[in-house]
């Protein structure tokens, strides 16, 4: 299958294959998928429940161990690395946005986004100063010190965004992250990541039911029943 | 700073501890209540043996000479009054006393009928007998038919000051009440040596003999030394010898053992560390599974699940302190309760502290347990 832009690959899957259950149950969701994702680009893999969307973002994205293929970053084989150089590789290159905003109740903005630095080891002044300013550039400068329950949903996912990006990371996996947003929500947010993208060069790999991602992506990935069925170079591009 | 040490993740914990502190309040509490019962039982256990050697602690002769027999202070048995004589001539000696211990039947002006065990003092404020806290009432009782009783055991015997009673058919007169000089398991009367002798009046062995003879030494003298010369001195089968620490201590601990309370006290004290320690994994527990998206997004991003377990760690070292402090407040609570009540309650400093490293390793000990849940976070789950 061609990618889409001819051009080297920050990410890449060969030969794909997943199934969940055993025996008589067995079925399979990802079919000898072969992807490329492209350097400060936005893919969209979209398709119906069931297509295998999230467990291809989950075994390219370094947490779930896929049953055969291999993944590719640069020149690593993900699932070729040692658990603890893969937990190395999650944290230096990788970051990610869940669909639900998974942020503790308990922290405000600031320390929600400084919190994995912290637990990397980074001193406390520092990791304050970058979540600061990771989160001016969510817009959430004059939020530092709410915490999640203070928060509307949006302002919530672009904490979880400020969290992902504050490592400057080289690919960031989002699963659904405008589904839970209203529309003018969901187009700010939407709107922040394509402009992340192109200023920090950060590839983008968003699983998405949400047509109002369309126009922005670079590149589209049609799941169906484990096999990308149609690809194409999105609007922005 | 600890804080900024890279493995400690200390604004996650305690955020999550002052945030959530209704969560988190069963488990500080647990943890205090387990150390209230550990250091209540302790102080009424120490309290109360304490009242055993009570004399021992409060009179200052620092050498006690009893029975050959004896195992503990209120097992006492007769020894010749001479031997308060032969142990002054070992030259450590600066003064010996006697010390009689009597028991009688007391009779109040009422007509109420108390069996008292009776000491017999010396009546001079500085001699060696004369318990430290009543060295205003020791001179009091050198008038005959003088007597004092602790004011926590007044009520019982129906005294005041002034008042008369009967001990063994003779009267006597009530001159002064004492504080602290209390004893679990018989009612200290105090009175002089005189006195005494005259309440025996007729019986020629018992003037000849006594509970127990004491030495005083010089200060800055081993207690222990000059009690191993005077063993060399007197014979094993006629009398033992004994530092007051000594006899203190063996005492206590004989009623430790052979009450049977000791095994009672390690028992509620386990059971209780115990309840804490369910009560506390519980509800770490609850709360490791409560956040167990926001853990799971964390290990995603390339945080090793032994960081996580340090935040919970701490949390539970959090709730270990804080409730060995709640607990601190709540014994110096009841320990002043008692004394006022007049209840034998004995706290000490090494007390509160051994309690407080307890309650510390309980916590912790339940924030390791309750580490189960912690290594169930799996992110892929994040993408069902």
């Not at chain 2, 020791?138 to 003088?146: F, I």
């Not at chain 2, 200060?219 to 030394?225: F, K, L, T």
């Not at chain 2, 070292?317 to 009841?334: D, R, S």
Request: glycine share 8%; with cysteine; net charge positive.
């Amino acid at each position: 299958m061609k990618a889409c832009p001819d051009v080297p690959a920050t990410l890449s899957a060969h030969g794909l294959s997943h199934a969940y259950g055993r025996g008589a149950t067995r079925a399979p969701v990802l079919r000898e998928l072969a992807l490329r994702f492209l350097p400060g680009q936005m893919t969209l893999v979209m398709g119906a429940s069931g297509s295998g969307k999230s467990t291809l973002l989950a075994a390219l994205g370094g947490l779930l161990r896929p049953d055969a293929g291999e993944v590719k970053f640069g020149a690593n084989s993900l699932w070729g690395l040692a658990p603890s150089l893969l937990e190395q590789l999650r944290k230096r290159e990788f970051a990610y946005v869940f669909q639900g905003f998974n942020l503790f109740s308990a922290l405000t903005a600031i320390e929600q986004v400084a919190l994995p630095l912290r637990l990397d080891g980074e001193v406390r002044a520092a990791a304050r100063s970058r979540a600061e300013q990771a989160l001016a550039e969510v817009g959430l400068d004059r939020h530092l010190h709410l915490r999640p329950a203070e928060l509307s949903g949006g302002e919530k996912q672009r904490v979880a965004i400020a969290r992902a990006l504050v490592k400057h990371p080289s690919v960031l996996f989002a699963d659904e992250p405008t589904s839970a947003l209203d529309s003018l929500n969901g187009e700010r947010v939407i709107r922040l990541l394509r402009e992340l993208t192109r200023r920090h060069g950060t590839t983008i790999v968003a699983v998405t039911h949400d047509p109002r991602l369309k126009p922005h992506a670079d590149c589209i990935v049609n799941l169906c029943d484990g096999v990308a069925v149609a690809e194409r170079q999105g609007a922005a591009s | 700073m600890l804080t900024d040490l890279p493995w400690v993740s200390g604004s996650l914990a305690r955020a999550t501890l002052v945030h959530d502190w209704r969560r988190f309040l069963p488990a500080i509490l647990s943890v205090a209540f387990a150390g209230v019962l550990m250091l209540v039982q302790l102080g009424l256990l120490t309290g109360m043996f304490g009242t055993v050697t009570v004399l021992v602690d409060s009179i200052p002769a620092q050498l006690w000479v009893t029975a050959p027999a004896t195992r503990s202070v209120d097992e006492t048995a007769d020894i010749p009054v001479s031997l308060a004589a032969l142990i002054r001539s070992d030259p450590d000696i600066l003064a010996s006393d006697v010390l009689s211990l009597r028991d009688a039947s007391w009779r109040s002006a009422d007509g109420q009928r108390v069996a008292v065990t009776l000491v017999a003092l010396s009546a001079e404020a500085g001699a060696p007998v004369c318990p430290e806290p009543m060295r205003t009432q020791c001179p009091m009782l050198a008038s005959p038919g003088s007597v004092a009783v602790d004011r926590s055991e007044a009520d019982k015997l129906g005294a005041v000051p002034g008042a008369s009673a009967e001990i063994d058919g003779h009267r006597v007169r009530v001159v002064a009440l004492s504080d602290g000089m209390r004893s679990i398991g018989t009612t200290y009367v105090f009175t002089s040596r005189q006195t005494l002798d005259d309440l025996q009046a007729g019986d020629a062995q018992a003037a000849d003999h006594t509970s127990f003879v004491l030495g005083r030494i010089a200060a800055g003298s081993d207690a222990g030394r000059v009690r191993d010369d005077l063993r060399k001195l007197l014979p094993r089968t006629t009398a033992r010898v004994w530092t007051r620490a000594q006899l203190s201590r063996d005492s206590r601990h004989f009623w430790l053992r052979e009450s049977g309370v000791g095994a009672g006290f390690l028992f509620s004290t386990t059971l209780g560390l115990l309840i804490a320690i369910v009560i506390t994994s519980q509800c770490l527990r609850g709360v490791i599974l409560g956040q167990l998206r926001e853990y799971a997004v964390l290990r995603a991003m390339g945080i090793p699940t032994r960081r996580l377990a340090l935040v919970v760690v701490e949390q539970a070292a959090w709730i270990g302190a804080v409730g060995t402090v709640v607990m601190w407040y709540v014994v110096i609570a009841v320990a002043a309760l008692a004394q006022r009540c007049y209840v034998p309650f004995t706290l000490s400093r090494g007390g509160l502290l051994v309690a407080g490293g307890i309650g510390l390793a309980t916590a912790i000990g339940s924030g390791l347990l309750a580490l189960r849940g912690l290594y169930r976070v799996e992110p892929a789950e994040l993408l069902r």
